[in-house]
């Protein structure tokens, strides 16, 4: 008999393939039962991978089983695109829905297929190249919620307030990780039934994961043996497991010494939460017709590259200079945390990703020769934030899309390309302020903040917005970042009821001295039963109290 075991969760016992039979008979019964039970609308969380189509495979199984007359309850199955996915399983998925519609069509079946994507604003590369956001780091995990998790749960809230409640249908399990089963455990204590939780992000929604206990191989053994509802090759998504595993193999009869294709991940092909993009790799390394993705693999490592660093501002996109202690070869050193790309540094990456794109369809398959890695409305979005938030009134994102394409960029956003400012004002702005990158930067901004208020009806806030400009951008790199030193030295001697350092602190430059005061009293809301006195010693200092004095005294 053959015996489904799954190294990684030993503390599990294998099963049977009998008892799986078995327990496949119960789910079915038992989703029958949770289907037919009220008016709820269902939404199936669906990747491609194995977990999601085997839960999906049970759900339309079940579902196919029941009289028709049952079968009024909408069934959606949702997948998001992050629009950077890795390519062949991106386009398994779109011909899987497209499959999948047709086959609930023909089969008379509530399912319906959705292939959501984050808004324009909220894509990866309008993050990385159009407001300069760094790679994803575990301290700085911008992306998931933006790409992933925002676009489903949209869906769900429109299903929500259509119906009142939802129940979304997952292929989480167990065995995935330890962490995933932490988390599942202690959702059983608020169990409405069995694999029936509260989804503790939406309201009104219910999490139904009938694969929780499936080990890997279980997975696979029910994929392989039963076949596909709505038409499409679980062997083929077999054999592309198979291809992003290290070791090309997929076995499904596995002890603890063999490796199990449930280590084949496929995510985002710009991924830099991990070290290196196994399943992308293995992808290139098994198969010869698949080198056209190398370009791919590159790029995502020259975005990890820690060269990068160099390539940032040394403030963040607030204007502000935050101080952090870095460990550097055991040599602790308290320097400016590294804020967004520079404007060269986003010119690069979005030079260098058309140049790709254009590379990919000269050397993909001729199934994907249409591969798109950036789209026209991420394109528009970038140049908006370049134009409008960051000043810079160049408008260099048509003139690169033209030098590398060949052609003229289409903008989809209506008035998009009138402006007042352009090209060779900014050539005339860079001569006059030489090699003065902060000069250029204050000189664009006030130029581009007047323009912005010249278009409307009344100007208020203009005050307030040049004012901005001066405070974030009239100051040397290295007259801001001295600045922000003292201002955290300040805090310290505050918070310690320093009046000594106070003083010595506030009787400096008296340039530097006056921004210091301005937050002065903020630091001290929070400070030591000393404050009081730190405060006085704080404000006395300030241009308009010493030349107060100074005419009191005469």
Same mark, same amino acid.
């Given at each position: 008999?053959?015996?489904?075991?799954?190294?990684?969760?030993?503390?599990?016992?294998?099963?049977?393939?009998?008892?799986?039979?078995?327990?496949?008979?119960?789910?079915?019964?038992?989703?029958?039962?949770?289907?037919?039970?009220?008016?709820?609308?269902?939404?199936?969380?669906?990747?491609?991978?194995?977990?999601?189509?085997?839960?999906?495979?049970?759900?339309?199984?079940?579902?196919?089983?029941?009289?028709?007359?049952?079968?009024?309850?909408?069934?959606?199955?949702?997948?998001?695109?992050?629009?950077?996915?890795?390519? /062949?399983?991106?386009?398994?998925?779109?011909?899987?829905?497209?499959?999948?519609?047709?086959?609930?069509?023909?089969?008379?079946?509530?399912?319906?297929?959705?292939?959501?994507?984050?808004?324009?604003?909220?894509?990866?590369?309008?993050?990385?190249?159009?407001?300069?956001?760094?790679?994803?780091?575990?301290?700085?995990?911008?992306?998931?919620?933006?790409?992933?998790?925002?676009?489903?749960?949209?869906?769900?809230?429109?299903?929500?307030?259509?119906?009142?409640?939802?129940?979304?249908?997952?292929?989480?399990?167990?065995?995935?990780?330890?962490?995933?089963?932490?988390?599942?455990?202690?959702?059983?204590?608020?169990?409405?039934?069995?694999?029936?939780?509260?989804?503790?992000?939406?309201?009104?929604?219910?999490?139904?994961?009938?694969?929780?206990?499936?080990?890997?191989?279980?997975?696979?053994?029910?994929?392989?043996?039963?076949?596909?509802?709505?038409?499409?090759?679980?062997?083929?998504?077999?054999?592309? /497991?198979?291809?992003?595993?290290?070791?090309?193999?997929?076995?499904?009869?596995?002890?603890?010494?063999?490796?199990?294709?449930?280590?084949?991940?496929?995510?985002?092909?710009?991924?830099?939460?991990?070290?290196?993009?196994?399943?992308?790799?293995?992808?290139?390394?098994?198969?010869?017709?698949?080198?056209?993705?190398?370009?791919?693999?590159?790029?995502?490592?020259?975005?990890?590259?820690?060269?990068?660093?160099?390539?940032?501002?040394?403030?963040?996109?607030?204007?502000?200079?935050?101080?952090?202690?870095?460990?550097?070869?055991?040599?602790?050193?308290?320097?400016?945390?590294?804020?967004? /790309?520079?404007?060269?540094?986003?010119?690069?990456?979005?030079?260098?990703?058309?140049?790709?794109?254009?590379?990919?369809?000269?050397?993909?398959?001729?199934?994907?020769?249409?591969?798109?890695?950036?789209?026209?409305?991420?394109?528009?979005?970038?140049?908006?934030?370049?134009?409008?938030?960051?000043?810079?009134?160049?408008?260099?994102?048509?003139?690169?899309?033209?030098?590398?394409?060949?052609?003229?960029?289409?903008?989809?956003?209506?008035?998009?390309?009138?402006?007042?400012?352009?090209?060779?004002?900014?050539?005339?702005?860079?001569?006059?302020?030489?090699?003065?990158?902060?000069?250029?930067?204050?000189?664009?901004?006030?130029?581009?903040?007047?323009?912005?208020?010249?278009?409307?009806?009344?100007?208020?806030?203009?005050?307030?917005?040049?004012?901005?400009?001066?405070?974030?951008?009239?100051?040397?790199?290295?007259?801001?970042?001295?600045?922000?030193?003292?201002?955290?030295?300040?805090?310290?001697?505050?918070?310690?009821?320093?009046?000594?350092?106070?003083?010595?602190?506030?009787?400096?430059?008296?340039?530097?001295?006056?921004?210091?005061?301005?937050?002065?009293?903020?630091?001290?809301?929070?400070?030591?039963?000393?404050?009081?006195?730190?405060?006085?010693?704080?404000?006395?200092?300030?241009?308009?109290?010493?030349?107060?004095?100074?005419?009191?005294?005469?």
């Amino acid at each position: 008999m053959v015996i489904a075991q799954q190294p990684e969760n030993k503390s599990q016992q294998p099963r049977t393939v009998a008892e799986l039979v078995e327990e496949i008979q119960a789910l079915t019964t038992e989703i029958q039962d949770l289907y037919c039970l009220d008016e709820i609308p269902w939404v199936v969380g669906y990747s491609g991978g194995k977990d999601s189509s085997c839960v999906l495979q049970l759900v339309w199984n079940a579902i196919a089983q029941l009289p028709p007359e049952k079968r009024t309850k909408t069934i959606h199955v949702i997948t998001t695109d992050t629009l950077v996915e890795n390519p /062949y399983v991106s386009v398994w998925v779109r011909n899987s829905l497209k499959q999948m519609k047709l086959a609930a069509l023909d089969q008379k079946l509530p399912f319906e297929p959705h292939l959501l994507q984050p808004e324009p604003k909220e894509t990866f590369w309008v993050g990385l190249i159009g407001k300069g956001y760094p790679a994803p780091k575990p301290k700085f995990r911008w992306c998931t919620e933006r790409l992933k998790i925002n676009p489903s749960n949209r869906f769900i809230r429109n299903v929500i307030r259509s119906c009142g409640e939802a129940i979304l249908v997952l292929g989480t399990r167990k065995a995935e990780s330890t962490k995933r089963a932490y988390r599942m455990k202690q959702w059983e204590s608020k169990r409405v039934r069995d694999r029936l939780s509260p989804n503790m992000n939406l309201p009104n929604s219910l999490v139904y994961s009938p694969v929780e206990d499936w080990r890997n191989d279980e997975v696979w053994l029910y994929l392989m043996q039963w076949e596909n509802p709505w038409g499409y090759s679980n062997k083929d998504l077999f054999s592309m /497991y198979r291809g992003a595993s290290a070791d090309n193999e997929c076995p499904l009869v596995v002890d603890t010494s063999t490796p199990s294709c449930g280590s084949s991940r496929f995510g985002c092909w710009v991924c830099t939460l991990v070290s290196e993009d196994k399943s992308l790799t293995a992808m290139i390394q098994n198969d010869e017709e698949k080198e056209w993705l190398q370009p791919l693999l590159d790029f995502r490592k020259e975005l990890d590259a820690p060269i990068n660093r160099e390539r940032r501002d040394f403030r963040r996109r607030n204007g502000d200079v935050q101080l952090y202690e870095r460990n550097l070869n055991e040599e602790i050193s308290v320097e400016p945390i590294p804020g967004p /790309y520079i404007k060269e540094a986003r010119e690069y990456w979005l030079r260098k990703l058309l140049t790709i794109q254009q590379q990919l369809r000269r050397t993909a398959p001729e199934n994907m020769r249409d591969i798109t890695l950036i789209t026209s409305e991420e394109m528009s979005e970038i140049r908006r934030i370049w134009l409008e938030e960051r000043h810079e009134f160049d408008d260099s994102l048509p003139r690169i899309y033209k030098e590398v394409t060949g052609e003229e960029f289409q903008d989809p956003r209506p008035g998009a390309d009138y402006s007042l400012l352009g090209t060779d004002e900014w050539a005339v702005l860079e001569e006059i302020c030489a090699d003065d990158a902060m000069h250029l930067e204050l000189m664009a901004k006030l130029l581009d903040t007047e323009r912005q208020f010249r278009k409307r009806a009344r100007r208020v806030g203009i005050y307030d917005a040049l004012e901005k400009c001066f405070e974030t951008s009239s100051r040397s790199r290295e007259e801001a970042i001295d600045i922000a030193h003292m201002k955290r030295d300040l805090k310290t001697a505050i918070t310690q009821g320093d009046v000594e350092k106070v003083k010595q602190l506030t009787l400096g430059d008296v340039t530097k001295t006056e921004e210091i005061i301005n937050v002065t009293d903020e630091l001290i809301e929070n400070s030591t039963e000393n404050s009081s006195t730190t405060k006085s010693v704080a404000k006395s200092k300030t241009w308009a109290n010493m030349k107060f004095q100074k005419k009191e005294s005469e």
